[in-house]
């Protein structure tokens, strides 16, 4: 224990010292230490590995000990385990989602009036702040996953701190992770409690390569041959971490034919929700291989998964200050990445993680990944910091926004006559009530309706199969086509 600490909470709920990290409590007796922390000090800091079940655990309890007076507000990095979330916590109850559980994100919303936890996708909390900076309603907002260091989850946070310090006592704020550094973000929160728990998850072995992969190697060839090996040495469904759609759709289609008994099914963030569904339910009489990107590290449950190969991989938004341009880079993966993905093996019996690295390697890899605050475009948050009337210097940032990026973004933004000295202008107002970047929300509010289809092609996925023309005017025919 932490001497100089305040105090915290063990697992039978007695007060201790504050900023300690409790030792290793099984996740149930971590619920009730949670719970009293946060009813002491309103602000804790949760960790717990992949599979501990927190996810679902907490929201769930703070429902059932009528703790929380209001809805209880759950942040989720992506769509897929946003809806993933709330259809279990549905389940758990015996209800359809949309009634005590309900979610929203954009575009889809299932909610009614008895729903009292609500599942979002992180800018759906940055709207309701701007648009109502009490939260009314809101008694607690829960951020799931914080690892993955989202721009908009470490803006959402800092938001509600200074929401909470100055309109809100009573709410109640939590950070949830797997492989959190927990002190830091503690500290931020003022000293908050941190909450340990070592989960219910099975032991994994992991098996690096003996040797560095030769320079030679293709992707593709290495984790061919892993999966192959995987598939001989082990049993149950396997789940192959690579970088891309791309990475996944090549090994698709090498395993389709050397492993004809396997059932081979992708994932990643623009698969249609029915294959994506396909990925996370178990298949009745084939052994699953699951190719996914790094949306499956996430508090997704993928059933049946007793092996996990890695590529070692992962995919990122990097801002190019000299072209003003966000591009997607491959860079290798964190170790906090890698215990994250390595966990997934664990969650229903002891597990296998296959490597893509020697042994000797994993020391060269980086602790944690960036947080995208250090490497994005930070136009948006810029936009949304002058809309809240703040300076990144008022509010508590975990990272705060390096001054050359953010200087950047406030040149564009004047020149797109958003900002002026400084200050919101209302044509910057109006850009900021759009889920778009401001590029995009510019040129949708000055050229009007005939630009709505090119702003939806520019922010999104390609609506067209892999290998259609290129043709820019044949996708905005499709996206301007009435609905049948």
Same mark, same amino acid.
């Given at each position: 224990m932490n001497s100089?600490s305040?105090?915290?909470?063990d697992?039978r709920?007695?007060?201790?010292?504050?900023?300690?990290?409790?030792?290793?409590?099984?996740?149930l007796d971590?619920v009730?230490a949670?719970?009293?922390?946060?009813?002491q000090?309103?602000r804790?800091?949760?960790?717990?590995?992949?599979?501990?079940g927190?996810?679902?655990?907490?929201?769930?309890?703070l429902?059932?000990r009528? $703790?929380?007076?209001?809805?209880?507000l759950?942040l989720? #990095? @992506?769509? =897929?385990?946003?809806?993933?979330?709330? !259809?279990?916590?549905?389940?758990t109850?015996g209800?359809e989602?949309g009634?005590?559980?309900g979610?929203?994100?954009?575009?889809?919303?299932?909610?009614s009036k008895a729903?009292?936890?609500?599942?979002?996708t992180?800018?759906i909390?940055i709207?309701?702040?701007?648009?109502?900076?009490?939260?009314?309603g809101?008694g607690c907002?829960i951020?799931?996953e914080f690892?993955?260091?989202?721009?908009t989850?470490?803006l959402?946070?800092a938001l509600?701190?200074?929401?909470?310090?100055?309109l809100r006592?009573?709410l109640q704020?939590?950070?949830?992770?797997?492989t959190l550094?927990?002190e830091?973000i503690?500290?931020?929160?003022g000293?908050a409690?941190i909450?340990?728990s070592?989960? $219910?998850?099975?032991?994994?072995?992991d098996?690096?390569r #003996? @040797?560095p =992969?030769?320079?030679?190697?293709s992707? !593709?060839?290495?984790?061919a041959?892993?999966?192959?090996?995987a598939?001989?040495?082990?049993?149950?469904d396997?789940l192959?971490?690579?970088p891309?759609?791309?990475d996944?759709?090549?090994l698709e289609?090498?395993l389709?034919?050397?492993l004809?008994h396997a059932?081979?099914?992708?994932?990643y963030?623009?698969?249609?929700?029915?294959?994506?569904?396909?990925?996370?339910?178990p298949?009745?009489?084939?052994?699953?291989?699951?190719l996914?990107?790094?949306?499956?590290?996430?508090?997704?449950t993928?059933?049946?998964?007793t092996t996990?190969?890695?590529?070692g991989?992962?995919?990122r938004?990097?801002?190019d200050?000299?072209?003003?341009m966000?591009?997607?880079v491959?860079?290798?993966?964190s170790?906090?990445?890698?215990r994250q993905r390595?966990? @997934?093996?664990?969650?229903?019996?002891?597990g296998?993680c296959?490597?893509n690295w020697s042994?000797a390697?994993?020391?060269?890899?980086?602790?944690?990944?960036?947080a995208?605050?250090?490497?994005?475009?930070?136009?948006?948050?810029?936009?949304?910091?002058?809309?809240w009337?703040?300076?990144?210097?008022?509010?508590?940032?975990?990272t705060?926004p390096p001054?050359?990026?953010?200087?950047?973004?406030?040149?564009?933004?004047a020149?797109?006559g958003a900002?002026q000295?400084?200050?919101i202008?209302?044509?910057?107002?109006?850009?900021?009530?759009?889920p778009?970047?401001?590029?995009l929300a510019?040129?949708?509010?000055t050229?009007g309706?005939?630009?709505?289809?090119?702003?939806?092609l520019?922010?999104?996925r390609d609506?067209?199969s892999?290998?259609?023309?290129?043709?820019?005017?044949?996708?905005?025919?499709l996206?301007?086509?009435p609905?049948?």
């Amino acid at each position: 224990m932490n001497s100089q600490s305040k105090h915290c909470v063990d697992a039978r709920g007695l007060f201790v010292n504050k900023g300690c990290v409790l030792d290793r409590l099984p996740i149930l007796d971590a619920v009730d230490a949670f719970c009293a922390a946060l009813a002491q000090d309103g602000r804790v800091v949760l960790c717990a590995p992949p599979g501990a079940g927190k996810t679902t655990h907490i929201p769930l309890a703070l429902h059932a000990r009528n $703790q929380i007076k209001g809805r209880i507000l759950m942040l989720e #990095p @992506r769509r =897929l385990a946003a809806r993933g979330a709330a !259809e279990r916590m549905a389940e758990t109850l015996g209800e359809e989602v949309g009634q005590t559980v309900g979610y929203r994100m954009r575009g889809e919303t299932k909610t009614s009036k008895a729903t009292k936890i609500e599942v979002v996708t992180e800018g759906i909390l940055i709207r309701m702040l701007q648009n109502d900076p009490e939260l009314s309603g809101i008694g607690c907002v829960i951020f799931d996953e914080f690892h993955e260091r989202a721009l908009t989850t470490d803006l959402g946070l800092a938001l509600c701190l200074e929401v909470q310090e100055a309109l809100r006592e009573d709410l109640q704020l939590v950070v949830m992770s797997a492989t959190l550094d927990a002190e830091p973000i503690a500290r931020l929160m003022g000293d908050a409690p941190i909450v340990q728990s070592q989960g $219910q998850s099975y032991p994994v072995t992991d098996i690096h390569r #003996p @040797r560095p =992969l030769s320079k030679d190697t293709s992707l !593709e060839s290495a984790m061919a041959e892993l999966t192959h090996q995987a598939w001989t040495e082990t049993q149950g469904d396997i789940l192959v971490f690579l970088p891309g759609e791309q990475d996944i759709r090549r090994l698709e289609s090498r395993l389709t034919s050397s492993l004809p008994h396997a059932e081979i099914a992708p994932l990643y963030g623009a698969l249609k929700l029915a294959e994506q569904r396909k990925a996370i339910e178990p298949h009745a009489t084939k052994r699953k291989i699951v190719l996914a990107t790094s949306i499956a590290e996430t508090s997704l449950t993928i059933t049946g998964i007793t092996t996990v190969i890695d590529s070692g991989l992962s995919r990122r938004a990097r801002f190019d200050p000299a072209t003003g341009m966000t591009r997607l880079v491959t860079e290798r993966a964190s170790r906090a990445e890698a215990r994250q993905r390595m966990g @997934r093996a664990g969650r229903v019996q002891e597990g296998v993680c296959y490597k893509n690295w020697s042994k000797a390697e994993e020391g060269t890899l980086p602790a944690f990944p960036p947080a995208e605050i250090e490497v994005a475009d930070l136009s948006g948050l810029v936009l949304e910091l002058a809309a809240w009337g703040a300076l990144p210097q008022d509010l508590k940032f975990l990272t705060p926004p390096p001054q050359a990026q953010y200087t950047e973004a406030q040149d564009l933004l004047a020149t797109l006559g958003a900002l002026q000295d400084g200050r919101i202008t209302p044509h910057g107002a109006a850009l900021a009530q759009l889920p778009l970047h401001p590029r995009l929300a510019h040129m949708l509010i000055t050229c009007g309706k005939p630009a709505a289809a090119f702003a939806a092609l520019l922010s999104d996925r390609d609506p067209l199969s892999r290998g259609a023309p290129i043709d820019l005017d044949l996708r905005a025919k499709l996206i301007r086509a009435p609905k049948t």
